[in-house]
């Protein structure tokens, strides 16, 4: 059975938004409700997974912070104060996976637009009016 089958399989009730392709993996997301799952298969395991749960709130937040700003990446935006309340996590390199995962979400959502660049990725967020 392919991967996306059984992580469809697993998350039954949740709805599959779509993949997107990092560096060296390739993310599956799902909503439920008011929550995402990203999904990366382990590199170490062979029918092992990565699973990371996201709130809507969390998500919304960062799409509204840097809407309409292009060449983002997750090294340049790292520090930021804001960032920081988002990810309170006091070990940089995981506030940089969530940071990642977190703008993956966007980018399976239409909500980001994500390109390689030499060997870092890049976003550009789409500008949305607020109502």
């Keep these: 059975m392919a991967k996306i089958e059984i992580l469809k399989?697993?998350?039954?009730?949740?709805?599959?938004l779509g993949q997107v392709k990092s560096l060296r993996s390739r993310?599956?997301?799902f909503e439920l409700g008011n929550d995402y799952a990203i999904?990366?298969?382990d590199n170490r395991?062979?029918?092992?997974?990565?699973?990371?749960?996201?709130?809507?709130e969390t998500i919304e937040n960062l799409r509204r912070l840097?809407?309409?700003?292009?060449?983002?990446?997750?090294?340049?935006?790292?520090?930021?104060k804001e960032v920081k309340q988002l990810f309170p996590i006091t070990d940089q390199k995981t506030r940089q996976l969530l940071l990642l995962q977190a703008l993956l979400i966007l980018a399976c959502k239409g909500d980001a637009?994500?390109?390689?660049?030499?060997?870092?990725l890049v976003f550009t967020?789409?500008?949305f009016r607020e109502d």
């Design 9 to 16: 399989k697993i998350f039954a009730n949740w709805k599959y």
């Design 27 to 29: 993310y599956y997301v």
């Design 39 to 41: 999904v990366r298969p």
């Design 45 to 56: 395991f062979k029918r092992g997974y990565n699973i990371v749960l996201f709130d809507c």
């Design 66 to 80: 840097y809407q309409g700003r292009r060449s983002l990446t997750t090294a340049k935006i790292l520090n930021d």
């Design 113 to 120: 637009h994500v390109r390689k660049k030499g060997r870092e």
């Design 125 to 127: 967020l789409a500008k």
